[in-house]
């Protein structure tokens, strides 16, 4: 089985940064595209920014410029350095990715279990 693990979230004031981790594990051939989504109350989860296995990334309107999503394919790691953060930009985390198991015909998504970030003065 594959495993999505977050971190790195927390309470952050306006203005601040966070840096969001997600290491993945388990039986891993090969990961394509990972990206990172978030939820907000009452709102539909969204996507914030994607990388692909070569390294072409994709962002949200209300990221660019502000958020960096990068990878460590030696570690089976994602990452999203986000900067200059706003109360607008709380909100749960989720980590994404497109993962080739071992011995399987086919790739499957996989969710991470989701961190919190909430920026508040």
């Known amino acids: 089985q594959v495993q999505l693990v977050e971190s790195g979230g927390g309470l952050v004031q306006p203005g601040g940064s966070l840096t969001l981790s997600c290491a993945a594990s388990?039986?891993?051939?090969?990961?394509?595209?990972m990206g990172w989504y978030r939820q907000a109350p009452g709102k539909q989860r969204e996507l914030v920014a994607a990388?692909?296995?070569?390294?072409?990334?994709n962002y949200a309107d209300s990221a660019k410029g502000r958020f960096t999503i990068s990878r460590d394919d030696a570690k089976n790691t994602v990452y999203l350095r986000m900067n200059s953060l706003k109360p607008e930009d709380t909100a749960v985390y989720y980590c994404?990715?497109?993962?080739?198991?071992?011995?399987?015909?086919?790739?499957?998504?996989?969710w991470g279990q989701g961190t919190q970030v909430t920026v508040s003065s």
């Open positions: 994404n990715a497109d993962i080739w198991r071992v011995g399987m015909p086919a790739h499957t998504n996989y």
């Open positions: 388990g039986s891993i051939f090969r990961i394509n595209a």
């Open positions: 990388i692909t296995s070569r390294g072409s990334t």
